[in-house]
Every structure is written in structure tokens, then in C-alpha cells.
């Protein structure tokens, strides 16, 4: 991520975030249990929504410092324990078997090798453990999911490697981790899903 985009991201997202975004990131993380950990944590938008008489702590990586940097406030007047990491997804700080559920919210759009990502969350998470993303995705509608191919390159040059045309719940799919549930919202362009950790 660059040094100008983080500095303008909440002001981007402002608008979005309080009517389309907000309900969505509430429910989703609201659900989040025991020990956690938020990939791509941003500017701490998710960090409000930690219902504390669920959560133990969480660890939140993120590779940008400006991002973390912004965050700390929010980190601040969290009700839950919170505890920033620099690094990346694909490659995560932590011992296998850590975490009881794992939070990933408009992030996967941005990491360089997604399906390494989803390999380290299933290491580092416990047997059974509930995987929360909120995402959005290539869409089904034909011509808009064209659309999307179209832009994306011109899209990850000026929002900082964005890619509008991942598929990320094919990803998922083919990951063996176990859908327990996917919503979709504004003809499939954002979507929710939750699954669990299947692992031997």
C-alpha cells in the first residue's frame, strides 16, 4: 500500500461505511469468539464491533504502518484486548492451532497470493474454528462482471492493487475450508461468508 492512499482512505470510505458497510461489518464480526485474529485490519474499522463478553483478545496484522498507525486510536477505546502486527497474510506470525475465528473484511482484494493467504489462516486457526469474510467479489451478472475485468487494472493502479474482479468465494470453495453460510448484497458485487476449519 502506498504513503497517499492510506492517508485518504477513511474519508473515501466515510460515506459508504455509515449506510451500506456499517450493518454488515457489525453482524459479521459480532460473531467472532475466543481468541482472534483480523487479517488486513486497515484503520481499525472492525475494532468497535469486538463484543467483549465473546472475545478473549485479538491479534490484528496489517502491512502497512500508516494504516496501523491510524488504527491505534480505535485500538485504544476497543472493549476487547488488542494487539497489532506488522507482516502479511501470506505469511503469519503465528503458531499453528492459535485461533478460535479468524476476520478478514475488504482485504483479500489486495493480497498479492490469496490462496497462500487461506493456507496460513487454516494453520494458524484451531480444528473447527469459524472463518468470518466480507469481500467484495467478481460478480455473476455477465456484463457487469465484464465490466469489472475492464477496470481492474486501471482500478489496482489508483486504490493501490485492488483487484474489483477476484473471486474470492471460488477461492474459498476450493480451499477445504467448510461453507456454513454466504449472503450476497448489491447484485453479488459484496458478499459474506462464513465457514469453518476443517482440518484432520
Known amino acids: 500500500m502506498g504513503y497517499s492512499f492510506p492517508s485518504i482512505y477513511d474519508c473515501l470510505m466515510s460515506p459508504f461505511e455509515k449506510t451500506i458497510l456499517k450493518n454488515i461489518r457489525r453482524d459479521l464480526v459480532g460473531q467472532a469468539i475466543g481468541n482472534v485474529l483480523e487479517i488486513g485490519s486497515g484503520s481499525g474499522v472492525n475494532f468497535s464491533y469486538y463484543r467483549r463478553e465473546k472475545v478473549v483478545g485479538v491479534r490484528a496484522i496489517e502491512p502497512n504502518r500508516l494504516m ?12 476487547v484486548p488488542i494487539r497489532m502486527y506488522m ?9 499453528d492451532n492459535s485461533f478460535d475465528s479468524v476476520i478478514a473484511t475488504l482485504v483479500f482484494c489486495t493480497i498479492p497470493d490469496p ?3 487461506i493456507k496460513e489462516i487454516q494453520r494458524v486457526a484451531k480444528p473447527n474454528a469459524k472463518i468470518f469474510l466480507f469481500e467484495h467479489v467478481k460478480m455473476d451478472h ?18 493501490d492493487g485492488c483487484s474489483l474482479n477476484r473471486p474470492t468465494l471460488n477461492l474459498v470453495r476450493e ?3 467448510t461453507l456454513t453460510r454466504v449472503e450476497t448484497y448489491y447484485k453479488s458485487f459484496l458478499i459474506t461468508i462464513e465457514a469453518l476449519n476443517a482440518k484432520g
Not at 496501523?68 to 472493549?79: C, D, G, I, P
Not at 455477465?142 to 486504490?159: A, E, H
Open 68 to 79: 496501523q498507525e491510524r488504527a491505534l486510536k480505535k485500538v485504544r477505546s476497543s472493549l
Open 87 to 95: 507482516g502479511d497474510a501470506e505469511e503469519l506470525p503465528f503458531p
Open 115 to 117: 490462496i497462500k493467504a
Open 175 to 177: 480451499s477445504g475450508l
Open 142 to 159: 455477465q456484463l457487469l462482471s465484464r465490466l469489472q475485468d475492464w477496470l481492474t487494472p486501471l482500478w489496482k493502479k489508483i486504490c
